[in-house]
């Protein structure tokens, strides 16, 4: 489990709280924690639960691609999870043990997940806004381009560094872009049923038609032009 980390106090007491030491021991799960340059107590919570914390000593601006690349970098595990900071799990018994029976699968190189926002802070607008969303994301990896969400994404070992990992030099749209490229290496598979929830943050700051306007922009210049639009991805905290 790889969660790259930027001033996320606020969002890390769900890890704190899940990834126990009974809980990492039952399915073997090696926590790590790559951090960008934490100003708040972010590095404090981690020492609570996490078995590997890098830090970004020099506090140099890194990309969240930069981040996980350096987590996979120090890891161990033959299945790797990123999980962004700001995510929670809404089954983890269930997740880990799906996640590993589908991993199994010799042709399946990674999974996607349906993503929505906390249930304590969604609005009808938030619910009829990622159920398009999900259903969308899913259709790409059916016609064979490739999707996964960045707030959670689960791939093999092998097939991550065999792709080269993330690609560090785009601020925006790393995640369509790495599931893109590792779709033509096997099959992405989506899992139905098992939530990953989000904080609603940059869409409360900016709205669902500017923040969806960016993203679209960011992907259609990363298929056709390489790189994103957005030269830095600002985050909201």
């Given at each position: 489990?790889?969660?790259?980390?930027?001033?996320?106090?606020?969002?890390?007491?769900?890890?704190?709280?899940?990834?126990?030491?009974?809980?990492?021991?039952?399915?073997?799960?090696?926590?790590?924690?790559?951090?960008?340059?934490?100003?708040?107590?972010?590095?404090?919570?981690?020492?609570?639960?996490?078995?590997?914390?890098?830090?970004?000593?020099?506090?140099?601006?890194?990309?969240?691609?930069?981040?996980?690349?350096?987590?996979?970098?120090?890891?161990?595990?033959?299945?790797?999870?990123?999980?962004?900071?700001?995510?929670?799990?809404?089954?983890?018994?269930?997740?880990?043990?799906?996640?590993?029976?589908?991993?199994?699968?010799?042709?399946?190189?990674?999974?996607?997940?349906?993503?929505f926002v906390y249930p304590e802070e969604e609005l009808?607008?938030?619910?009829?806004?990622?159920?398009?969303?999900?259903?969308?994301?899913?259709?790409?990896?059916?016609?064979?381009?490739?999707?996964?969400?960045?707030?959670?994404?689960?791939?093999?070992?092998?097939?991550?560094?065999?792709?080269?990992?993330?690609?560090?030099?785009?601020?925006?749209?790393?995640?369509?872009?790495?599931?893109?490229?590792?779709?033509?290496?096997?099959?992405?598979?989506?899992?139905?049923?098992?939530?990953?929830?989000?904080?609603?943050?940059?869409?409360?700051?900016?709205?669902?038609?500017?923040?969806?306007?960016?993203?679209?922009?960011?992907?259609?210049?990363?298929?056709?032009?390489?790189?994103?639009?957005?030269?830095?991805?600002?985050?909201?905290?």
């Amino acid at each position: 489990m790889i969660i790259p980390t930027l001033n996320e106090e606020a969002t890390l007491c769900w890890a704190e709280k899940i990834f126990t030491d009974e809980f990492k021991r039952k399915y073997d799960i090696e926590v790590i924690i790559s951090d960008g340059g934490s100003t708040d107590l972010t590095i404090e919570i981690a020492k609570k639960f996490a078995d590997k914390i890098i830090l970004n000593e020099n506090f140099e601006k890194q990309t969240i691609a930069k981040g996980r690349n350096i987590g996979a970098l120090n890891s161990n595990g033959e299945i790797l999870v990123f999980l962004n900071a700001d995510a929670r799990i809404n089954d983890v018994d269930t997740f880990f043990k799906l996640v590993d029976n589908l991993m199994k699968m010799p042709m399946v190189v990674a999974l996607a997940f349906d993503v929505f926002v906390y249930p304590e802070e969604e609005l009808f607008k938030d619910k009829v806004f990622h159920i398009f969303l999900n259903k969308f994301f899913a259709m790409l990896n059916v016609i064979g381009l490739g999707m996964g969400r960045g707030e959670c994404h689960v791939v093999k070992r092998e097939i991550f560094f065999k792709a080269g990992g993330y690609n560090e030099n785009l601020p925006a749209g790393e995640d369509f872009e790495f599931y893109m490229r590792i779709r033509r290496l096997g099959k992405i598979i989506n899992v139905h049923g098992l939530k990953i929830y989000e904080s609603p943050r940059r869409y409360r700051k900016y709205g669902y038609i500017k923040t969806l306007t960016l993203w679209f922009l960011n992907s259609v210049s990363i298929i056709f032009r390489k790189k994103s639009i957005s030269k830095v991805w600002n985050a909201v905290r």
